[in-house]
């Protein structure tokens, strides 16, 4: 088929899609969704950033060399933002308790979602994000977790969280206790809050 008939073909065709066509193009991208989720098992993976050449370059990275940054960062705690990666990276948390349009599907389910958000992190901002769906609705054990997580990230993300008792646990918990920047988009008119150091 030339362009011209191409052209004809799209000029002539009805503007109204027939019955089942709007239903049968909306569940496509859910389709393809699935088979790229097997495909690729996910969407997030761990890469080194450090050049390794050979095993020897694990002494530098592992053992030996790495109890040196371990003893900087012991001598000096806020070393710990310029010798690891804490500095770029953030936690997504969620208790899968409100995912999207989709209500309490749970922590397993709200994974492919949270790992969404990491690869928004990652494309849009060069931030690298880890998702963490916990197998709790208590608020108090929520609120726990978060705070034991504060030595390894950046910042944290509270995300699709529906009981607004867990993201206040969270935020009153963390005001007191964490030293890194939180938020949370449980409550849509509410921007996430940052604490200083």
């Given at each position: 088929m030339?362009?011209?008939e191409?052209?004809?073909?799209t ?6 899609p027939?019955?089942g ?5 909306a ?8 088979r790229?989720h ?11 950033k450090?050049?390794i050449s050979d ?9 030996p ?5 371990c ?8 070393g ?7 500095a ?11 995912v999207l349009?989709l ?12 790992e969404g ?5 990652k ?5 690298d994000?880890?998702?963490?769906c ?7 054990e ?9 030595p390894a990230?950046?910042a944290?993300?509270l ?6 008792l867990a993201a ?6 963390c ?11 449980t409550n849509?008119?509410?921007?996430p809050r940052?604490?200083?150091?």
């Open positions: 030339d362009m011209q191409q052209i004809l073909e000029a002539t065709k009805p503007s109204v027939a019955r066509e709007p239903e049968a193009r569940s496509k991208p859910g389709e393809e969704s699935v790229l097997a495909f690729y098992r996910g969407k997030m993976q761990v890469v080194p450090c050049p095993a020897r370059d694990f002494a530098y990275w592992y053992t060399g790495v109890a040196a940054p003893r900087a960062i012991q001598a000096d705690p806020s710990v933002w310029e010798l690891t990666n804490k770029n990276l953030i936690a997504i948390v969620s208790d899968g308790s409100r349009g209500g309490n599907i749970g922590p397993h389910a709200g994974l492919p979602v949270m958000k990491a690869l928004l992190f494309y849009l901002g060069g931030v994000a880890v998702a963490l916990l197998a709790t609705q208590d608020a108090r929520f609120a726990r977790t978060v705070q034991l997580l504060e990230f950046g944290i993300n995300e699709d969280i529906a009981h607004n206040s646990a969270c935020s009153t918990s005001a007191r206790r964490c030293r890194f920047p939180y938020g949370t988009m849509k008119d509410r921007p940052c604490l200083p150091d």
